[in-house]
């Protein structure tokens, strides 16, 4: 089965740091764009951050340039998100998700992770 | 308050259509191609439209995507209970050089 299966997540106090981890399964995400989306409790969707296939290329939404770092280890077909000096307002379910390209002329996310809470609040 | 607009709300019966819209601008939907996800309640959004009109294998055929300048619609006829959550539109927005999605549309069938 075709998947992305994220770990890591949890409470963590303000200022703090954490890392999300987020493992493909059946399928490697070598050749692929890779992306972090989150989603506050009760709202609606927001991209945080992608890399391209061989992470050599990074962007990310500006409200957490600087703090948040995507990464990935192809070897280890897993993707990741170093978060540092957290806020409240970084509050959120974190999903990682896979863009295709398709012949149609365009990308998508067709792959998304289960998602990841994460708390920050003393 | 999000790059591209969306209805907060939107509700049907059974067996009806329904349409949920989508506005941005030139930077975004009008230049670049839109995907549409639908997000059940507590679980991870699924791709149901990409590139504006096209659905995934296993998308029913109930749902539909069309765009035109800078507004995309999808839309769900045949109206099931099942179609109850929220839907996104998304689109790359090259002035902020970043993805972007609607606020999301809660739908309700009633």
Known sequence: EVQLVQSGGGLVQPGGSLRLSCAASGFTLSNDWMHWVRQAPGKGLVWVSRINSDGSSTNYVDSVKGRFTISRDNAKNTLYLQMNSLRAEDTAVYYCARSNYYDSGGHAFDIWGQGTMVTVSS | ?110
């Not at chain 2, 099942?82 to 927005?93: F, I, L, M, P, V």
Request: aromatic fraction near 8%; glycine fraction near 10%; charge should be neutral.
């Open chain 2, 1 to 110: 308050q999000s790059v591209l607009t969306q209805s907060p709300s939107a509700s049907g019966t059974p067996g009806q259509r329904v349409t949920i819209s989508c506005s941005g601008s030139s930077s975004n939907v009008g230049s670049k191609t839109v995907n549409w996800y639908q997000q059940l309640p507590g679980t991870a959004p699924k791709l149901l439209i990409y590139t504006d009109n096209q659905r995934p294998s296993g998308v029913p055929d109930r749902f539909s995507g069309s765009k035109s300048g800078t507004s995309a619609s999808l839309a769900i006829s045949g109206l099931q209970s099942e179609d109850e959550a929220d839907y996104y539109c998304s689109a790359w927005d090259d002035n902020l050089n970043n993805w972007v999605f609607g606020g999301g549309t809660k739908l309700t069938v009633l």
